[in-house]
């Protein structure tokens, strides 16, 4: 999904200032806290704009898990998935308290996202074990990756939070573990789950654009006027190295990008 805010935001910073070169270290927002970095109305906005996003997609990560785990095919499986629910629980109450501190309503915040990833779920239902691992491993990373480069942008507080709630929880190594073995007792499973992760980067572009094109204060803190600024080389280069761990992550289930 994120993949296609990052598109979204190379094509807006052609229309956004970038941040003045001689702009002093100390006055951006990635050295303030939040008390400090709140006080523009915009940034404000952005950054609740910012953890609703991530609240819900933790939310819906958990039930995703919880789902998935009934198509386990062992009972040490299916723990392992009702672990990592958990987990991903944990992340969203983090995020609403936040949310609750800094005076937002979690649930306002979390609404106008809610339809577009619940939408990429529904398209992208999985049809059995593999198919769900894959997805949770492909998507999430993604979603890790491009929220750890916005991170650095964020006011001090706010981005010790969004990298504790991206912690792996074991999901990864799992998925790695389960899907090469499945590839290796049976090749031409390989086949079919790299075009199912096609498939999930195709479904993501699509509703992620449609999120940020209608969230303003979000899409110009992802390109600048708010934050440190992303100009547009910058831009392209954060792409770069978000598709490049993209594709040694499906070199690593086995899977061709």
Do not use: C, N
Not at 88 to 111: C, G, S, V, Y
Not at 219 to 225: E, N
Request: proline content about 4%; charged content about 25%; glycine content about 6%.
């Amino acid at each position: 999904m994120v993949a296609a805010l990052v598109g979204l935001a190379i094509v807006r910073s052609m229309e956004t200032p970038d941040t003045p070169a001689d702009t002093p270290a100390e006055t951006t927002i990635a050295a303030k806290d939040w008390a400090a970095a709140s006080a523009e109305p915009q940034y404000r906005a952005a950054v609740v704009d910012l953890l609703g996003a991530l609240a819900y997609g933790e939310l819906a990560a958990f039930e995703r898990l919880a789902e998935d785990a009934k198509l386990a095919p062992s009972l040490e499986d299916k723990a392992e998935l009702a672990a990592m629910a958990s987990a991903e629980f944990h992340h969203f109450e983090q995020l609403r308290a936040r949310l609750t501190t800094i005076e937002a309503d979690p649930t306002a915040a979390m609404e106008p996202f809610a339809a577009a990833l619940d939408e990429f779920h529904r398209q992208t239902a999985p049809s059995d074990w593999l198919e769900g691992l894959v997805k949770a491993y492909v998507g999430d990373s993604i979603a890790s990756d491009f929220y750890r480069e916005v991170a650095a942008r964020l006011d001090t507080d706010t981005r010790e939070l969004v990298l504790a709630v991206l912690d792996d929880t074991g999901h990864a190594s799992f998925a790695v573990e389960k899907v090469r073995s499945a590839i290796e007792a049976e090749p031409r499973v390989g086949g079919r789950l790299a075009l199912w992760a096609r498939r999930l980067m195709g479904e993501a572009l699509s509703q992620a654009q449609r999120v940020v094109a209608d969230r303003d204060a979000l899409s110009t803190m992802l390109v600048g006027g708010v934050a440190d600024g992303f100009d547009l080389a910058e831009v392209g280069r954060m792409f770069t190295r978000i598709t490049e761990a993209h594709t040694k992550r499906m070199a690593a289930l086995g899977l061709s990008a």
